[in-house]
Structure formats: C-alpha cells, structure tokens
C-alpha cells in the first residue's frame, strides 16, 4: 500500500507525540518513585525504588510501579527487550555492561542527568534491576493521578495505531542505533534477520543507517530493497529530521515496483516494434504535448529528434511541419489556423483521415484517433509510390481503352464470374448504349438478352452462355447471328488468361435491296 503525503505527516505527527508523552510518562514516573516506594514500604517484601526481576528475557516478578512501566514500554520481542528500549536513552552503556553482569555480580549506573540510580544484581541466575531517584524534590502538582491516567490512555491510543498500521515505523539515533520500532517493523525485522536477531537490544536495523541518514535532503522518499524470505521487497523510506532522532517509515512497493517493470519492458516492446515501421506515430497527451514518437515520424515530417524529444504541443509540431513544407499549403495563415484546431476536434472524435499532398510532390495519408486517457494519436503514412503507381495504372487503363476504342470491331471482355469488365466504342455503337457506363457492372445475363433482343431468333445466344459460364478449359470459338437490320453477325469467343473471355464481334455491311430479299425471303 503506498501512503499518501498527507498520511505519512500524520503518522509522522503520531510518532512524535507517542515519544514525547512517553518521555514525559517515564519522567513523571521516576518523579513518583520516591512517594510510592515511601508507601510500599510499608508492605511486606517491597523495598526503595522500582524493582524488577529477569530470569534470562522474561519477567519473574515487579514492584507495582515496575509493572506499569514494563506496560508502557514500546513493543518487543520481549519484556527484557521492552525495558532497555525505555531504559538505553537514560543510561546509554546499559545493554552492553549487563552482558557482563553474571561475572561480576553487581554493577551500578548513573543517568545521563544524574537524577536517577539503577542497581543491577546478580542473584542465583536472576537479575533484579532496582531504579531509585536521587532527586527527592515532589513531583509538580499538575501532574496527579487524572492527568497520569489520561497520558496512559494516550499512549495506548498512539501505540494501537503505530502497532496496526500496515508501515514500518521506527527510530534512530545520530549514529543509526533503533530507538524504537513498531510492531511491523519487529515482525519485518524477524523475517528478515531470524528470531534472534531481537533479543538483543539495540536491535539491528533493517535498512542502512547511511542510506536513511543520506535521504534527509532528499525532497522524494529513499527507494531500497531487502531480500526477505528468499524474495526481494522493496520499501519507499521516509525519513523526517526532528534534530534528536530520525524519525522514519518504510512501504512496501513491490507491487509498485512489479507494474513499474510491467510497463517498462511493454514500453520497451512498443518502442522496439514502432521502430521498424514505416509509417509515423505521434502520440500526444492530454495537454497536448507529444509524449512518445518513432523514427519514421522524423523521417516523414522532416523534424529534427532533438525537437521532438523536447516534448513539444501539437500545434508547435504542426507549425514546425508548416516550415519546413511538410503539409499543404494553405491560402492565408487564418485558415491555417482553423484547419488545424478542425484537425484536433476531428482527430478527438475519431473522425480525422486526410491525404495531404505536398509542394514536393509526396503525398502523405494523416489519420488521427483518439487514445485513452484524453490523449490522441496521430499517424503518417507515405503513399506517394502507391498514388503513383495507381495513377500509372489508370494511365494504363486509358491508353488501352484508346486503343480498343480505335478498333472498328466491336469488343467486350468478360471475367470469370461473367461481368462484363471492359468493352470500346465499336461495342456500344452495335449493342445501344456503353454498358460499363452503368453504376453497376452488368451481368453475363443482362448482356445477352440485349443480344438476344437486338437479333434475328437463333440458339447461338444460348450456347454462347454456356460457353461464358462455364470454369473449365476451352477453345476458341466462334457463332454466327442476323441483326434486326439485315446484317449478318459474327462472334468470336478467345479464352484469356486468368479465367476471362474476351469476345469480338463483326458485322457486314449489306445494299438496301438485299435487306428487301432477305426480309421478302
């Protein structure tokens, strides 16, 4: 879970006051000691001071006073822990001489201030640590039995939420000794350096003291890792300066981090794949600044790569193009200006597809398409082969309907599916009218029935459909018809490559008094 800024200040503000209330507690407990060791006196087995006896890291036995401070400790491994944590800033050589304390069977030690006396005795395997205030002046009156109950409600209310939170929270000294820790953190410390590593305090830090100490200055968090459990995890560590201690959290990011590496290797992969195309990607954002291009896109508006990684606008990329005679010259500059904003609405909804034809002579196909987030993409395709090519093959077209046109046979072709592809002027001037004239392409069918209707009655017309329709090899063949004007007809069917037929028609020319004959006949 990644905590917001105004989440880590509060979580911060919590810890700094969880310290010093508890400072304050301890101060106004040892102030208290004297009145009630004074009291407990007075019960059998109870002595001066707060007292406390250890069978190794568990607690045997406490003064009552010993207890509740034991219960206002900070969490722990254990209840030995737990004291040092409270006891080390008092007395800082605590942990380290007591480790000797068997061997020597009593040691004594003075707090940083002089105000408080700890006894530490070596009884049969026990240790009893005994704390006696030097200073006998009364407490302050303002701190009675009410204000001490409400500090303690405080300090459960600010440890519960240091203990659940799901962030490790700590402290650290100058020289990078843990001061304190919450319960994620101990739990997180466990895992990382084995059951061990807590029963000795101070208890070793997770993440390297230079490191952390190094973040201060550091306006954004410090982003580490740690192998956990045989698993790599890393934390984003925050560290606040509060001119004592640091006060410091860490959130694990691994999920952070795993869609950051995600996104990586696709951008990657996007950028390996856009650079083999041909054709320009121009991707903006929402502001409208470019935000990811391919090397085509260079290529194809002659833009410099330093000015398109300089993330410009979209109207500064277009103004670019237009001086560098990149795209269609327009009549006056307000034009220019309009055309474009229509490009950016148009491109938005998805509806911008043009072909621009340039001073060059090259001719570009520009689309524009909407992206996620408010974002739209731009492409720029060079079509200037496939424009001339096409034009070529039109030109091509024209010049053998010329020819066609030029022959005095009538001619049609046919393709394999018995349309009606082609045909010149000799055809249309036989058969009335120029059948590829029509909007759609007329049909083996309608094609004979005109021949059939402008013919004298003969069977020729039914073979000559067969022959069109028909898939399998053939030869050449031919058919004989009379006009309705009297002349006789030819037709000559030739098979051409690809499935089609090419037919060739001649007609005779006759004198009026054969007509005469042949209709008397």
Sequence with gaps: ???????????????????????????????????????????????????????????????????????????GDSDWTRLLSLLTPEFPDLAGRLDDLSAEGVQTFASADAATRLTAEWHDGLRRLTLVDEDVTPPPAEIDAQNLAAIEREIDILRANTDFAPTLVWRQDREGAVTWFNRRYLEELRRLRGPEATHRWP?????????????????????????????????????????????CSAVNVDLLVGAERQLRAFMQTLTRTFADLDTGLAIFDRARRLVMFNPALSDLTGLAPGFLTAHPTLFGVLDRMRDLGRVPEPRSFVEWRRRMTELES?????????????????????????????????????????ITSTRRFRSEIEAGQAVLDTMEDAVAVFSPAGLL????????????????????????????????????????????????????RRASWSMSA?????????????PLPGGSTMIRFQSTAVCTDEIKFRRRA
């Design 421 to 472: 592809t082609m045909s010149n002027a000799a055809y249309a001037d036989l058969w009335g009218g120029d059948p590829t004239a029509r909007f759609e392409q007329a049909t083996l069918r309608d094609v004979v029935s005109v021949w059939i209707e402008r013919t004298a009655p003969t069977s020729a017309w039914t073979e000559a459909a067969a022959y069109l329709g028909s898939s399998a």
């Design 482 to 494: 009379m006009l309705l004007d009297g002349r006789p007809l030819t037709g000559h069917f030739v």
């Design 1 to 75: 879970m990644v905590m917001s800024g105004a989440g880590f200040a509060v979580l911060l503000a919590l810890s700094s006051v969880a310290a010093a209330t508890l400072a304050l507690l301890t101060a106004a407990r040892f102030g208290q000691r004297s009145a009630r060791t004074r009291h407990a006196a007075h019960r059998p087995g109870s002595g001066d001071g707060i007292v406390f006896l250890f069978d190794g890291t568990g607690l045997v036995d406490a003064t009552r006073a010993g207890e509740r401070l034991i219960a206002a400790a900070p969490s």
């Design 203 to 247: 208890v070793a830090a997770m993440f390297d003291a230079g490191e952390v100490a190094g973040s201060v200055e550091k306006c954004g968090p410090l982003r580490t890792s740690l192998e956990i459990a045989d698993e790599q995890s890393w934390f984003d560590v925050y560290v606040h300066d509060t001119g004592e201690d640091l006060v």
């Design 346 to 386: 148009d491109a938005t909804e998805g509806l911008f597809a043009e072909t621009w034809t340039l001073p060059t002579g090259e001719t570009l196909r520009v689309s524009g398409r909407p992206h996620p987030d408010g974002a739209i993409a731009f492409t720029f395709e060079d079509i200037s082969a496939e």
